[in-house]
Structure formats: C-alpha cells, structure tokens
C-alpha cells in the first residue's frame, strides 16, 4: 500500500495569509489529486496531477515526481477556504483507486 | 452540469438489516469507485468498475457486493449490518480508468442503530 503523509495535520491562517500543505508519498504513482471536503461530507476535486505544476485561481498544486512530493498552495487565504484538505494518490497496480493521506484541517480566520 | 447523484442521502438502519446505496455517475463516465469513511476517518477504498466490470477490490466486506448496470450508474448492498458500517459512503466516477478527474458524490451517510 502506498503510505501518504501529509503535514501539517492542523493549520490556522490570518486571512491573506499564504498556505502550504505538504504530502510525500512512499511508491511510485500514476496521478496525485488535491481534494476538499468540508464539514458534513462532500468532496470536492481540486487538482489531478501526474507531472509539474496547475493553478487554478488561488489554487496551485506541484508536484516533484523524483522526489515523491507535491504541495497544494493557496495565496490570498479567505475564510472560505477553511476544510480539510486531503491528498490521494492512485496507481495502476490498485486499478487506480484512490489511496488517501489524513487530511490536512485548514481554518482561516477574519 | 450534471454531478454524480447518490442515493439516498441519508439512511438509518438497525443491526442485520440491509440496506442499498445508488450512484449515478456523470454522463459519458464509465468508471466508479466506491468509498467508506468512518468517522474521523479518512475514506477507504471498496470498490471499482469500469465499463460495468469489477475493475478493483479494496476493503469491502463479504457482507457487501456492489454491480454496474448497462446505464453506468452502480449500487452497493449492504447486508447483516453493524454498528461499524456507519460511515459515508462516497461514489466517484471519471471518464475511464486515469484517464480523468475524479469527481465526487456528495455521499449516503449510514447510521446503523
């Protein structure tokens, strides 16, 4: 099974602020997606990534394939954007079901 | 644009009860996957198929069984249920084995009493 770690576990930001959220994991993959889930369930896809670097809106993912890494950024923090924030990886080798890490719980304050 | 719809939304059952949880996947998408989140827990992965075959197998138990019908969406069976099967239970659908983003149901949520 392929072991996704994911720092920090908890995060409080000012709003503004600029976030990092850090996942490594330990076997080669086919794709990394970002994902959020708010409180009460429902998750949402943020990124797909298999190589280099997305951005959407206030969103950037990267990812290092050599060194098993990949970091979700989040400039200009809003209150809103208080979740947990979950990487996932998938593989051929487990028909590309998704192995989850724990989750990092983001909130940002006014 | 259309989602991926799960069904029921929310459901409560006793100890060895059954109970059936649908998802109906994007259309044009031929892939899903189903998952287990338990409380404070992070979602394990149950099922798959793609192009109504068992594509893979993760945690599920033999009480569960789960099928894809001609028109794509899928259900997964519950039987003899206990305590521990309350969870969420996520349903996501892509076009096709990696070959997409995932997108997500918004869940069922099981209560067994």
């Known amino acids: 099974k392929n072991e996704v770690e994911q720092s920090p576990q908890n995060l409080t930001a000012q709003e503004g602020e600029f976030i990092t959220i850090n996942c490594s994991y330990s076997?080669?993959?086919?794709?990394l997606h970002w994902l959020q889930q708010h409180p009460g369930g429902g998750i949402v896809s943020l990124f797909m990534l298999s190589s280099g670097k997305k951005k959407h809106g206030r969103l950037i993912a990267t990812i290092n394939i050599q060194e098993k890494h990949s970091s979700l950024h989040i400039t200009a923090s809003h209150p809103r954007d208080s979740a947990v924030y979950i990487c996932?990886?998938?593989?051929?080798?487990?028909?590309?079901?998704?192995?989850f890490g724990k989750g990092t719980s983001l909130l940002v304050t006014p | 644009a259309a989602g991926v719809i799960q069904s029921p939304r929310h459901l409560i059952k006793e100890k060895r009860e059954t109970a059936t949880l649908k998802c109906y996947p994007i259309p044009r998408h031929d892939t899903v996957y189903w998952y287990q989140q338990g409380p404070g827990q992070d979602p394990q992965f149950l099922i798959s198929?793609?192009?109504?075959?068992?594509?893979d197998k993760g945690s599920i138990p033999d009480r569960f069984s789960a099928q894809q019908f001609s028109d794509y969406h899928s259900e997964l069976n519950m039987s003899s249920l206990e305590l521990g099967d309350s969870a969420l239970y996520f349903c996501?659908?892509?076009?096709?084995?990696?070959?997409?983003?995932?997108?997500f149901g918004e869940g069922s949520r099981l209560t067994v009493l």
């Open positions: 996501a659908s892509s076009p096709g084995l990696n070959t997409g983003e995932l997108f």
């Open positions: 198929f793609y192009e109504k075959m068992q594509s």
């Open positions: 996932a990886v998938s593989n051929s080798n487990s028909g590309y079901a998704l192995n």
């Open positions: 076997v080669g993959i086919s794709a």
